[in-house]
């Protein structure tokens, strides 16, 4: 059966595939800006109370905002892979960081190239095995460093000397203005590392925020009660979890003795402060919050100003006109929520992720959608823009008809979410769920825990009403709806062994 699904949709490819050049090139170019752990409460578009995103936030003025988009699997290379496939974790292979990505399976860029696209993915992938679908390939070994980063340009090491956001826009414009058949339309992803941890801050950014106090989240310091184990013996605290590296209190290792003068020019007399202040307890979980913060809305500047600069790209070499441009994340973060930093979680704000889309004569400009979309739903969105046939296969839908402006009635009015990642980095318990426009439902299975929110009533997320009498109607319903979502993304009743796929390293 999946044999001859997949027949079909290959000739389907080749017929598409054999349009002449001159009509593949009407068809829109497709731009997905894309960046690790950017928390939608760091843009100021989703109503930031800490920072401004005016490049972004352009996008959204000339756009369509997304206030509910959730990932499948909130960690950074399922979520890639979910954006690659259309396919939840446990169909393209990809559970948990360190698995290797089976780069022979369908992908939406590999059906664009049949499509006549040229397409390229510059930046961040994480994903061990090498691209596939891609004419032009220059990725970050692994995580990447933030400073002087080698790079893999079609499976051959380069090495780059500056601030990896930067370089990774240098490439992309020297792929857009010199290196791509333009004869063709594109499809260009370009991925950043930041503002991931460790969250160091280019050099024109080191002292910015210097004179200021960020807000402090209003759960900084949760104490994790009326919720069950997984809140409560996790390791992604403030408080506990951050290391002196990731607070700056030692400097970087790779940098050129240029870079290494202006970082300690900038942390120095910061760090030399701090020590002579002597800070305990809730004190110094307050100065963690802040230094953490900073750096990482540090890092966040430097996205958006390069944002801008692909943006002016586009307006000058009159290619915004028909180019579809995306903003988006491979997830949320923690910026101190219930005292966290990282993702993981099925909380909101690792759940929900920034979704931004401008598309010229099409979107209505400063438009919000906030039907439940995912980036399960990217690929064929992105497939649907370039009139490419949708496979089968994919679980997500299109966002084509939102985007035009018609959420269809019949779209979907729930969400399932999977995290396997345990054991592992920062200890979050295995977990699945259900989210509605009102209600979370979540089981963490090894536990055999429960938890439900209200979010109408609790939207932070602190009082877990599981059990109480006035939900068990809606708890019951949640639970059916659960067993349906599975049964229909076709869950298995096992997870996979904690080893699959094997990792493999890349040979030096
Ligand atoms: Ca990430």
Redesign the pocket.
Same mark, same amino acid.
């Given at each position: 059966m999946k044999r001859s699904v997949l027949y079909i949709c290959s000739l389907v490819v080749l017929i598409v595939g054999s349009v002449r050049p001159g009509q593949a090139a009407d068809k829109p170019n497709i731009l997905f800006l894309f960046a !690790? !752990?950017h928390a939608y409460q760091a843009i100021s578009a989703y109503g930031s109370k800490i920072n401004k995103t005016p490049n972004i936030d352009r996008l959204a003025k000339e756009g369509m905002l997304f206030e509910n988009c959730f990932v499948t699997n909130s960690?950074?290379g399922p %979520?890639r892979a979910c954006i690659l496939t259309g396919k939840y974790s446990h169909l393209n292979g990809f559970y948990r960081n360190g698995n290797r990505f089976d780069g022979s399976q369908l992908t939406f860029p590999k059906l664009l190239q049949k499509a006549g696209y040229q397409t390229a993915i510059i930046g961040k992938w994480h994903l061990v095995s090498d691209p596939t679908g891609f004419d032009y390939w220059q990725i970050l070994i692994g995580q990447g460093p933030y400073y002087n980063p080698p790079m893999i340009e079609n499976g051959k090491r380069v090495n780059h000397v500056g601030y990896t956001t930067e370089i990774i826009t240098d490439i992309a414009l020297d792929w857009l203005k010199n290196k791509r058949d333009k004869n063709k339309p594109f499809l260009l992803m370009c991925q950043h590392k930041a503002p991931?941890r460790n969250w160091q801050p280019g050099p024109k950014y080191l002292t910015r925020y210097d004179d200021v106090t960020i807000p402090e989240p209003k759960t900084l310091f949760d104490d994790y009660k009326n919720r069950g184990t997984a809140a409560k013996t996790q390791d992604m605290t403030i408080r506990k979890t951050l290391t002196p590296d990731d607070l700056k209190l030692v400097p970087p290792k790779n940098l050129t003795p240029e870079q290494r003068k202006a970082w300690d020019a900038a942390y120095g007399p910061k760090n030399e402060a701090f020590r002579k202040m002597k800070l305990t307890g809730d004190d110094l979980v307050r100065w963690k919050y802040q230094r953490y913060i900073k750096d990482y809305l540090r890092c966040i500047d430097a996205v958006d100003d390069n944002v801008g600069r692909v943006l002016k790209y586009l307006d000058d070499s009159g290619l915004a006109k028909n180019t579809v441009v995306m903003y988006s %994340? !491979?997830?949320g973060f923690y910026l101190g929520e219930h005292g966290w930093f990282d993702?993981r979680w099925m909380y909101e704000e690792s759940l929900r992720t920034p979704f931004i889309v401008r598309w010229p004569n099409v979107v209505k400009a400063g438009s919000r959608n906030s039907a439940i979309v995912s980036n399960v739903d990217f690929a064929e969105t992105f497939l649907d823009i370039a009139g490419v046939d949708i496979p089968d296969e994919m679980q997500g839908r299109s966002l084509v008809p939102l985007l035009k402006g018609t959420t269809p009635k019949d779209w979907r009015k729930s969400f399932y979410y999977h995290y396997y990642e345990y054991p592992g980095a920062h200890s979050v318990r295995k977990h699945y769920g259900v989210r509605t426009d009102r209600y979370k439902l979540i089981y963490f299975y090894n536990l055999d825990e429960w938890e439900l929110f209200d979010l109408q009533e609790d939207p932070n997320e602190l009082n877990s009403v599981y059990g109480q009498p006035k939900y068990k109607k809606i708890e019951a319903q949640l639970k059916a709806e659960l067993a349906r979502l599975r049964k229909e993304l076709k869950l298995p009743k096992e997870d996979p062994p904690e080893s699959y796929p094997p990792k493999r390293k890349r040979k030096k």
């Amino acid at each position: 059966m999946k044999r001859s699904v997949l027949y079909i949709c290959s000739l389907v490819v080749l017929i598409v595939g054999s349009v002449r050049p001159g009509q593949a090139a009407d068809k829109p170019n497709i731009l997905f800006l894309f960046a !690790d !752990d950017h928390a939608y409460q760091a843009i100021s578009a989703y109503g930031s109370k800490i920072n401004k995103t005016p490049n972004i936030d352009r996008l959204a003025k000339e756009g369509m905002l997304f206030e509910n988009c959730f990932v499948t699997n909130s960690i950074c290379g399922p %979520s890639r892979a979910c954006i690659l496939t259309g396919k939840y974790s446990h169909l393209n292979g990809f559970y948990r960081n360190g698995n290797r990505f089976d780069g022979s399976q369908l992908t939406f860029p590999k059906l664009l190239q049949k499509a006549g696209y040229q397409t390229a993915i510059i930046g961040k992938w994480h994903l061990v095995s090498d691209p596939t679908g891609f004419d032009y390939w220059q990725i970050l070994i692994g995580q990447g460093p933030y400073y002087n980063p080698p790079m893999i340009e079609n499976g051959k090491r380069v090495n780059h000397v500056g601030y990896t956001t930067e370089i990774i826009t240098d490439i992309a414009l020297d792929w857009l203005k010199n290196k791509r058949d333009k004869n063709k339309p594109f499809l260009l992803m370009c991925q950043h590392k930041a503002p991931h941890r460790n969250w160091q801050p280019g050099p024109k950014y080191l002292t910015r925020y210097d004179d200021v106090t960020i807000p402090e989240p209003k759960t900084l310091f949760d104490d994790y009660k009326n919720r069950g184990t997984a809140a409560k013996t996790q390791d992604m605290t403030i408080r506990k979890t951050l290391t002196p590296d990731d607070l700056k209190l030692v400097p970087p290792k790779n940098l050129t003795p240029e870079q290494r003068k202006a970082w300690d020019a900038a942390y120095g007399p910061k760090n030399e402060a701090f020590r002579k202040m002597k800070l305990t307890g809730d004190d110094l979980v307050r100065w963690k919050y802040q230094r953490y913060i900073k750096d990482y809305l540090r890092c966040i500047d430097a996205v958006d100003d390069n944002v801008g600069r692909v943006l002016k790209y586009l307006d000058d070499s009159g290619l915004a006109k028909n180019t579809v441009v995306m903003y988006s %994340s !491979d997830q949320g973060f923690y910026l101190g929520e219930h005292g966290w930093f990282d993702k993981r979680w099925m909380y909101e704000e690792s759940l929900r992720t920034p979704f931004i889309v401008r598309w010229p004569n099409v979107v209505k400009a400063g438009s919000r959608n906030s039907a439940i979309v995912s980036n399960v739903d990217f690929a064929e969105t992105f497939l649907d823009i370039a009139g490419v046939d949708i496979p089968d296969e994919m679980q997500g839908r299109s966002l084509v008809p939102l985007l035009k402006g018609t959420t269809p009635k019949d779209w979907r009015k729930s969400f399932y979410y999977h995290y396997y990642e345990y054991p592992g980095a920062h200890s979050v318990r295995k977990h699945y769920g259900v989210r509605t426009d009102r209600y979370k439902l979540i089981y963490f299975y090894n536990l055999d825990e429960w938890e439900l929110f209200d979010l109408q009533e609790d939207p932070n997320e602190l009082n877990s009403v599981y059990g109480q009498p006035k939900y068990k109607k809606i708890e019951a319903q949640l639970k059916a709806e659960l067993a349906r979502l599975r049964k229909e993304l076709k869950l298995p009743k096992e997870d996979p062994p904690e080893s699959y796929p094997p990792k493999r390293k890349r040979k030096k």
